[in-house]
């Protein structure tokens, strides 16, 4: 089969890539920078940097800025920037590798209910059990969340036939629904005062980011990517079809079901410190394809990449948009996944 394949000459294609990759690093970096600095309180670069090269190696800068400014920048806006590019990096690989292993263009944590299921796992612990096992508590109730939300939407598919594309996602929705729901459910028998932080935070949020937090989305996000790099050529089998796949080998109920449980995992992780943030896997993916083509092995690390790029600048329009009101990041990728999820079907509708 691999020698039927056509393929681009080896040495434009890997220049492409390396091109891909530094303009991607670049653009990541600038962004970086822009999201730590702007906010209601403005800060040049060179403070940003000065701060960070101070903190990697103390008296490396000369302090010339205020304590109050270092506070911004260390506390609140880097830990704020990070949490946003594990966050987008996660949701866009996962939302690639859904999209492989279901061959559905539409595949998405957010649409196939994973999203909801890690919500409401994680409200569960917020509001009813207490962080009874420390900090850990949210991320493992959200990732058992996640799990049996993804389980549910595969149950529901097989139960009512709904074998193709467009039906996996419509019971990946409904049973979005059925959750939020239920999650609706505790925070109405929770206790008030905390209950209006957990709708704010439902709504796709990164203001809570805190340093001490980060290591659970980074070993989750870092975990997973390895394992899903690694089967990057299975993913490339999966999208051509279950019966292809099987004759290279790869047992397709098993690995599918293994990349559930691989996307349900970063999910859940990362709507335990973000809330809900929607279409950022379903967006990224077909961006990064545009871009690099279909092979796995370039799009799962552009997807990261792209994925990251896209919710820091979601993040700078919900900090900057009504400053000094901070909008939660979930309506912005809202709004433009709403309008990228209908040119999709109208792209899909035209071939």
Not at 277 to 299: A, S
Request: aromatic content about 8%; hydrophobic content about 55%.
């Amino acid at each position: 089969m691999s020698e039927t394949k056509i393929t681009p000459p080896p040495v434009r294609r890997s220049r492409g890539t390396l091109a891909f990759t530094l303009g991607g690093l670049a653009v990541l970096l600038v962004s970086l920078s822009f999201a730590i600095s702007v906010g209601a309180v403005q800060i040049p670069l060179s403070t940003v940097w000065g701060i960070f090269l101070n903190k990697v190696s103390p008296d490396l800068v000369e302090e010339i800025w205020s304590p109050g400014r270092e506070a911004i920048v260390w506390e609140i806006r880097f830990p704020r920037a990070l949490l946003a590019m594990m966050v987008g990096a996660g949701l866009a690989m996962v939302g690639a590798s859904l999209q492989a292993v279901t061959r559905n263009p539409l595949a998405d944590p957010h649409l196939l209910g994973i999203s909801s299921g890690g919500a409401f796992g994680a409200i569960l612990a917020l509001l009813h059990t207490g962080l009874f096992i420390g900090l850990l508590t949210v991320p493992l109730f959200a990732f058992l969340g996640a799990l049996g939300a993804t389980m549910i939407v595969l149950g529901v598919s097989r139960f009512a036939d709904a074998t193709s594309a467009d039906r996996l996602v419509l019971a990946g929705v409904a049973v979005s629904f059925i959750i939020m729901a239920g999650a609706n459910v505790l925070i109405f028998l929770g206790d008030p005062r905390a209950a209006h932080v957990v709708v704010f935070w439902m709504l796709g949020g990164l203001g809570l980011a805190q340093w001490s937090q980060l290591l659970y989305p980074f070993v989750a996000l870092l975990t997973c990517a390895i394992w899903l790099m690694v089967r990057a050529g299975d993913l490339n089998a999966m999208t051509v079809g279950d019966e292809t796949a099987s004759t290279l080998g790869i047992p397709v109920a098993r690995f599918r079901l293994a990349t559930f449980v691989v996307g349900a995992l970063i999910t859940g992780v990362m709507v335990a410190f973000s809330g809900i943030i929607g279409f950022v896997g379903l967006m990224v993916p077909h961006v990064v394809r545009m871009i690099v083509g279909g092979d796995y092995r370039r799009v799962l690390p552009g997807s990261a990449l792209i994925g990251a790029v896209f919710l820091l600048w979601a993040d700078i329009a919900a900090r900057t948009v009504m400053a000094p009101e901070d909008i939660p990041v979930g309506i912005v990728t809202g709004l433009v996944g709403g309008v990228f999820f209908v040119w999709l079907l109208r792209r899909k509708q035209t071939r």
